[in-house]
């Protein structure tokens, strides 16, 4: 499927429809012909309308093309919107971005730095400089990590307690506990560390409110938003739907990670991942995306209001880092040099340093199985791409697409 408005639809004549065209030849040859990705679907938009929308390549092995109703596991892309419904209590004055976390979360009172031990030694702690507070969930510095960075013996402890974001075997209320009983990596602030931190912030979102945290999303965020295909278990009547999801590693190369049919997405989770754990569409994130780029309002509804967004979208990092300077792990890699990060987002700060077009002010994520989106309130334009395979860094797929999007800029 291709749809490309990008000479007949008003508000869209600043692209190239040539140079979009080309993005499709670009994926084909480069990922799907070479078998590097079983998929791809990509939505470019200006000013909310839909300048292009293409899909390639199978949704399940042997089967029919991907379309505009696949479902994809969106993975990390779930942040913004769990950050989004943070910012939302914010605004009804129920909690503030300076709130200690513990005021709210108590398993978190008195926890401490990692100062020695581990591997089987017990740990020993010193007290965090500063309480860990709700701007520290939002722009990763809490000090919280990821079992899967395999670089600290804090992160080890998260593989033994099998503190997993997803399908695990805890529920929201013991994973937090069983977060709360492990040191932190650093006190908050002083570092920035890809981390559990907005599974946290779901909890939090659960807390404040008093509704469960897919309650929530459905009621304030997608039914308002009309995003009827985004949920964390996929429905008996839509599982059709599901596409095969891959991983890679250098041993194998790409192999079938979870199957569409029987996936463990079509299963209510035990634990609701505010980091990870949703499942939508291109369309659907495009929606959520455009109210973003609408300063936080589609369709006559408001979900925030225009300040809040421009609020998230500021760089939070301490002194005005960037990712290439704070991280501790994940993404400090000179690419990421000029991006600093707000309030569940990463923020372009720097366009020269970052060595690919964009715009200053521009903000985007992306998650585990290689799906991306981004929003540039400068150009008016965004962009959401789906496939489905892990790790996200296997291939350089972003920053390419990114740079075939700007260079269709006219």
Known sequence: MEIDMSETMPGIGRFDAARLGRIDAFLKERYLDSGRLANAQILIARDGEIAHFSSQGPAREGGKSINE??????????????????????????????????????????????????????????????????????????????????????????REGKIENWHGNLDLDGFIEAVANVPLEFSPGEAWNYSVSTDVLGAVVEKVSGQSLADFFRTQIFAPLKMDDTFFAVPEDKIDRLTDCYTFTPEKGRFLYDRGEASAWSRPPKLVSGGGGLVSTALDYHRFCSMLLNGGELDDVRIVGRKTIELMTMNHLPGGSDLSKMSKSLFSET??????????????????????????????????????????????????????????????IRRELKTLIYSALT
Request: zero cysteines; glycine letters at 12%; aromatic letters at 12%.
């Open 335 to 396: 690419a990421n040099a000029g991006t600093g990060f707000g309030l569940g987002f990463a923020v372009n700060i720097d366009v020269a340093r970052s060595m690919i077009p964009g715009s200053v002010g521009e903000y985007y994520w992306g998650g585990m199985f290689s799906t991306a989106f981004f929003v540039d309130p400068v150009e008016h334009v965004h962009m959401v791409f789906m496939t489905q395979m892990s790790p996200s860094n296997v291939y350089p």
């Open 69 to 158: 109703g696949s479902l994809f596991r969106i993975a990390s892309m779930t942040k913004p919107i769990t950050s989004i419904a943070f910012m939302m209590l914010l605004e009804q004055g129920k909690v503030a971005l300076d709130t200690p976390v513990h005021h709210v979360l108590p398993a978190f009172k008195g926890i401490g730095v990692y100062n020695g031990g581990g591997g089987g030694v017990p740990f020993q702690t010193r007290p965090t400089t500063e309480p860990m507070r709700m701007l520290d969930l939002l722009r990763h510095t809490s000090g919280l990590t990821y079992s899967f960075q395999n670089r600290s013996y804090v992160d080890a402890a998260y």
